[in-house]
């Protein structure tokens, strides 16, 4: 299993041997339609084979974390009606929690190298924030980044960690906010050489 | 005029003040009394004021639409312009209703489209409502006004697009937390385009997409909107479009706050809500970004009612936010602020009466999370007018409950929920007793009260002893024996609601209300260890309430019931569906 579902993997582990009582009817829907979209997102047309055995892992890593965010709070069965909080208001922060924490509607970016024979897909959901991120890359892609500035990139190598942002344009990464990078990454790239520089140089 | 006058002398003196008062004089004063518990007691007075006054009255509130029918209301009050309906228990909110339960307006609507056909005003609150209602209220009702769903369920979004189409005096639309069928937002597009009365729109809790431009241009014609409550999926640059047209506005429920601005946007967005100097009462703000809340600021001096339900705001944002608004008599937090969102609160806000702390991962045990008795603390000693608390925490102690009403001796409402049912103090392992003594021993004001945590019958005695104007008490796991229930059924004068789960009270605490339950609106109690035979008593000895009975499918030995009960002049429903038991 690669550096992308590391932490899905030390998860599934805790879960698989907790015992759980779900109630009849506690928000078994939400997680049926929750596995929708994520299945919908996960299958690429073109994937490589060790891109489709992980996402394969990182999905039933994900149910079973999801099943358990819908279900209960480990080891106590949830009460019906409490804490009293009104119905919708429940739905509303499920579905919230779905979203954000098993990434049913994660945010799976492509990861890709240059010189690399293949590229690698990553949930951005993972990670908390850049150096966290860069880390993962680092690992996962053997090589190391160098020191973020903002006057001048990542100094210190000979490799630039960049975005496609929505608008196509390809960012350097580590300037915006993290949450803004969130939503606005479409796919990742690690530029290597003088195009690399080129981007890092103030101009 | 004195009460205990024998009736024939105290009518010939209404007679005699009839004659110095002719009726239309007397209707025109009594059509000048707004609340209807001063109404109710003038209607008490003289078999000629409850004439006047029947006649007089425009607006009627029915707090449980099955203590009376449609037919007596209409029948008593020829005049009705605005009625307001509530129809299930509340822990309805909480899913301990079934489906299919009752409260539908159907049978109301008939009868006042027979008798109020200039019916204007509909605010119901945990009712069913049909599409085909909706309809047929938009077709029936010429004058029709203003309609109000809060926490109702049945419908769909067809039935607001019949609403929208065919209301054309419309002021106000109110969707508010409704389990609805939420198919699409077209029924925003339906209001016509020569269509400009609407001064209220909340549409907040609806998830579909409406057209912008029909919004838009909704907003533009409509000069007296004041209340505009968006959904999630109006966008920042969209809300800014609406805010330069709608300055005025002084409610605003903004959509999604979560959006890449550029510096161009932000400062537009910021002078438009510059423009907007009205506004007393700010919502929505969803997913907000920390980076985007100063645009709010310029909006904020006159803010008296700040909500943020929606937005999981850190302690440091909330403290610059608050900063802005000088004015706080109402705030609304998720409680990822932590206590030091709350020490926040007790520092900026010296005026802030109410106080609600809902809880953003409610069902997480972790400890860690949330607020604690020290936020709690913090705002007592900083807020000094509170009086309406509403508080979802994971450990509270008694000391500190104590100090607080200490502090803040003039609640009104106090609902306290310690979020893991049946825990104790979390510093001195006691039940929390004392604290809840203290609310009730200091807050002679006290109207609400909502107990949690473990509790003994000692929390009772209190309530029962000092609690002398309450009127709602919700409990739940709490209690040791019927001597609790008891002592609140003989203690609280002025009880009017109260509802009951999963404590261990049985029959004989049941039957010790038999003197009281007439004088109450309703009594709820479920997975408690009431019998079938308690309630048929009850339902023998008191044939003027409801006895309501439902088996629980949560419980574990099949035997435990659901029980409604309720004052009523209509009868037995005759729309209970097969698994509600009419006693």
Redesign the interface.
């Known amino acids: 299993m690669g550096s992308g579902g590391g932490s899905y993997e030390k998860d599934l582990n805790l879960e698989a041997t907790e015992l759980r009582l779900g109630l009849p009817g506690t928000t078994s829907s939400t997680a049926a339609t929750d596995q929708e979209p994520e299945a919908r997102q996960a299958r690429n047309n073109k994937r490589s084979l060790v891109d489709r055995c992980e996402e394969e892992a990182s999905e039933d890593a994900s149910r079973a974390l999801q099943k358990d965010h819908d279900s209960a709070p480990s080891s106590k069965a949830q009460i019906v009606g409490w804490p009293p909080i009104r119905s919708y208001r429940k739905n509303s922060l499920q579905t919230k929690k779905a979203e954000t924490e098993t990434s049913s509607s994660g945010i799976y970016v492509k990861v890709s190298m240059d010189g690399a024979p293949y590229l690698r897909k990553i949930d951005l959901n993972v990670y908390k924030g850049y150096s966290n991120l860069l880390k993962a890359l680092e690992n996962m892609f053997k090589f190391t980044i160098g020191e973020y500035s903002e006057r001048e990139g990542y100094k210190g190598s000979e490799f630039a960690p960049t975005y496609e942002d929505k608008d196509g344009d390809w960012m350097l990464m580590g300037d915006v906010p993290w949450e803004m990078f969130m939503t606005s990454c479409k796919k990742l790239r690690i530029m290597r050489g003088s195009e690399a520089r080129g981007l890092g140089c103030a101009v | 005029m004195d009460p205990k006058k024998p009736r024939d002398s105290a009518e010939s003196e209404s007679a005699r003040g009839a004659a110095q008062f002719p009726d239309e004089v007397l209707e025109r004063v009594l059509s000048l009394l707004a609340s209807h518990k001063d109404r109710s007691a003038v209607s008490l007075v003289s078999k000629a004021w409850y004439h006047a006054e029947r006649w007089s009255r425009r607006r009627v509130f029915i707090g449980n639409c099955y203590s009376v029918t449609p037919e007596i209301v209409a029948r008593r009050f020829p005049n009705i312009r605005s009625v307001t309906l509530k129809g299930k228990p509340r822990?309805s909110?909480?899913?301990?209703v079934p489906q299919n339960w009752g409260a539908d307006i159907r049978s109301w609507l008939a009868v006042f489209a027979d008798r109020y056909p200039f019916l204007e005003e509909l605010r119901l609150k945990r009712m069913t409502v049909t599409d085909e209602s909706l309809k047929f209220l938009a077709l029936k009702f010429q004058n029709f006004r203003a309609l109000s769903l809060l926490?109702c369920d049945g419908f769909s979004t067809n039935g607001l697009a019949a609403i929208a189409t065919r209301c054309r005096n419309l002021t106000e639309l109110d969707i508010q937390?409704?389990?609805i069928d939420d198919i699409s937002g077209d029924w925003l597009s339906c209001f016509p385009e020569n269509f400009t009365s609407l001064e209220v729109l909340n549409f907040a809790?609806l998830s579909s997409d409406v057209e912008f431009d029909a919004l838009e241009r909704l907003v533009s014609r409509c000069n007296s909107l004041k209340v505009l409550k968006v959904n999630r999926t109006i966008t920042l640059d969209q809300l800014q479009r609406l805010l330069v047209r709608a300055p005025r506005l002084t409610e605003l429920g903004t959509g999604s706050f979560?959006q890449?601005l550029n510096a161009h946007q932000y400062s537009e967005l910021e002078r438009a809500f510059g423009g907007c100097k009205n506004l007393h009462t700010l919502s929505g703000l969803c997913e907000a970004?920390a980076?985007y809340l100063p645009v709010l600021y310029p909006a904020c001096a006159n803010l008296t009612f700040l909500n943020l339900?929606d937005a999981a705001l850190q302690h440091e944002e909330l403290a610059k936010l608050l900063l802005h608004c000088p004015c706080l008599q109402r705030l609304w937090v998720l409680d990822t602020v932590g206590d030091d969102g709350l020490e926040a609160v007790a520092l900026n806000c010296p005026w802030l009466e109410e106080l609600r702390v809902?809880?953003?991962?409610?069902?997480?045990?972790e400890v860690n999370h949330g607020v604690s008795e020290s936020g709690f603390l913090a705002v007592s000693y900083g807020c000094r007018r509170l009086h309406y608390v509403l508080y979802?925490c994971r450990q509270m102690t008694n000391a500190a409950v104590a100090t607080i009403v200490q502090n803040c001796p003039d609640f009104t409402h106090f609902r306290l929920?310690i979020?893991n049912?049946g825990q104790p103090d979390y510093v001195t392992n006691e039940p929390m007793d004392e604290a809840f003594g203290a609310v009730v021993k200091t807050c002679t004001k006290l109207q609400r009260l909502a107990v949690s945590g473990l509790l003994t019958d000692l929390t009772f005695e209190y309530i029962g002893r000092y609690a002398k104007n309450l009127e709602t008490l919700?409990v739940?796991f709490a209690g040791s024996s019927d001597w609790a229930m008891q002592c609140v059924l003989g203690g609280c004068p002025k009880l009017r609601k109260l509802e009951i789960?999963?404590c261990p009270f049985g029959n004989a605490a049941l039957l010790s209300g038999l003197e009281k339950y007439e004088s109450m609106r309703s009594l709820w109690m479920s997975a408690c260890k009431v019998t079938m035979n308690g309630c048929e008593v009850l339902a023998r000895e008191r044939p003027r309430l409801n006895v309501e009975v439902m088996k629980d499918e949560?419980s574990s030995d099949g035997q435990q019931y659901k029980v409604y009960v309720y004052r009523t002049v209509a009868g037995p429903r005759r729309d209970a569906p097969p698994f509600v038991l009419t006693l």
Request: with cysteine; charged share 25%; aromatic share 16%.
């Open positions: 822990f909110d909480f899913n301990l926490s937390e409704n389990g809790s979560l890449e970004m980076l339900n809902f809880p953003a991962n409610p069902f997480d045990e979802f929920c979020m049912p919700s739940a789960r999963d949560e």
